[in-house]
């Protein structure tokens, strides 16, 4: 059984920060193996990627609107991942999501499809 569990989403002003931590936990689950994603999903629209990161940390990848503002990274030690948010926008308010990728495969994957267990999601509402 592997969980994923999202914190740090909250309220905030046009401008402002927020970190998003993911924890990884799971008897079989070998944090260090997955490519992990963060996905996000506003009212009334498809799930899309946001950011992901390999399974060795190596190559890293945002969708263009939060290039810039957006860092992602992964502490294998702590086996979390971490989506630091800059300069938020309204538009970027929705349920953040993330997901770990367990195929091991060549390249990151930046669809939904990829990914085998996702977190609950954590609620970013930006106002302006």
């Known amino acids: 059984q592997v969980q994923l569990v999202e914190s740090g989403g909250g309220l905030v002003q046009a401008g402002g920060s927020l970190r998003l931590s993911c924890a990884a936990s799971g008897r079989t689950f070998s944090f260090s193996r997955y490519d992990m994603g963060w996905f996000r999903q506003a009212p009334g629209k498809e799930r899309e990627f946001v950011a992901g990161i390999r399974w060795n940390g190596v190559s890293i990848y945002y969708r263009d609107s939060v290039k810039g503002r957006f860092t992602i990274s992964r502490d294998s030690a702590k086996g979390t991942v971490y989506l630091q948010m800059n300069s938020l926008k309204p538009e970027d308010t929705a349920v953040y999501y993330c997901?770990?990728?367990?195929?091991?495969?060549?390249?990151?994957?930046?669809?939904?499809?990829?990914?085998?267990?996702w977190g609950q999601g954590t609620q970013v509402t930006v106002s302006s």
């Open positions: 997901a770990a990728d367990s195929r091991y495969g060549m390249v990151l994957s930046r669809s939904s499809l990829d990914y085998d267990y």
